[in-house]
């Protein structure tokens, strides 16, 4: 005898397939929706069926995006000559919600990982170098880690042949950080990198 | 302008409206259904529509179920003479799961709260009434809380008149538990009703 209603199992099964959503959390989660107003229930249902086909990729910059070109490439005050290359979409949101960029954008999808079997066929490079010719700058916004390195690196070498000033984030003591708590090999690059006041 | 597509957003929206999401986990899940086989995405939101037809409460006992009565009240081998009382459907989960139960359930739909101001009316306690004839026991398997204790003694009252046995749930320490890490009131509880060997 099955026990509880199948809908709500498979419900379960798929809402678990979500990274950091456990078993144990996603049958909550959908245990939870059997108490929403029927009319937020459908509306959430029809919302994922939606994305489908409503969301996608900008065929310039890679962003995700319900248009096509994204809102930022078809922008006509955005700064063309300069682009931000980051790795997902949710780094351009970081960085657009500083309000100190007025640059395009180039999303690779994804960062080298050899260990992962992640390759540069993988990422969005080739498109990137199609944008390449009225560029004057690239800032690499990637992250710091050994892969945000080694994909920097492997650009630069890919940039090397052109007049394009590269340019990358500055590495220092976050804004607020109390430095008793700050890693040493941050702490050691801001005192390298030191700028007179 | 806009940054995220809007169908990202709202889906956000809704996704944070269940309980331990928020808002940057419910984020995270948009962006990776955006990764999901489309088949997927399109089958997680029929079933998440479906769910509001489909699923409902057994009219008998209050389990959440696909058809009414539910399989444990419609099931002709159990044990009708037994009914063993419980918060949720999650409860009935977890006690059909020690396979040691063989009687029929009455799920309370919540638990009396005077602070969160749940009295006797928002609980499923009227149908539990109309089943107490054919009736020889009632297990109270309600949390061992304050509010489980209330419901209990609250429950307790409105079946002294009849000739009705009431148990509820043996305390003590839990099975693999480790006597060093039991809090004091379990153990105290464990001591005061121990068992001759």
Chains 1, 2 share one sequence.
Request: hydrophobic share 40%.
């Amino acid at each position: 005898m099955k026990l509880l209603p199948e809908t709500l199992e498979l419900i379960t099964e798929q809402l678990s397939r979500f990274p950091g959503i456990g078993k144990k959390t996603a049958q909550r989660m959908a245990f939870d929706l059997l108490k929403w107003p029927a009319d937020d229930v459908r509306r959430l249902g029809e919302l994922i069926k939606a994305s489908v086909d409503k969301i996608g990729t900008c065929s310039i910059c890679g962003l995700i995006a319900e248009t096509d070109p994204c809102p930022i490439c078809a922008h006509p005050n955005r700064d063309s000559s300069v682009i931000c290359v980051v790795e997902d979409t949710m780094d351009v949101v970081a960085i657009e919600r500083t309000g100190r960029y007025r640059g395009k954008y180039h999303i690779l999808g994804g960062i080298l990982s050899p260990l992962e079997g992640v390759g540069p066929d993988q990422l969005n490079i080739e498109s990137f170098i199609q944008r390449l010719d009225a560029v004057d700058e690239v800032i690499l916004a990637l992250n710091p880690s050994v892969e945000g390195e080694t994909t920097a690196l492997y650009l630069a070498r890919l940039l090397r042949e052109r007049p394009i000033k590269m340019t990358r984030l500055a590495r220092g003591v976050p804004m607020g950080g109390d430095l008793e708590y700050i890693d040493e090999a941050t702490l050691g690059r801001a005192l390298e990198e030191r700028n007179p006041l």
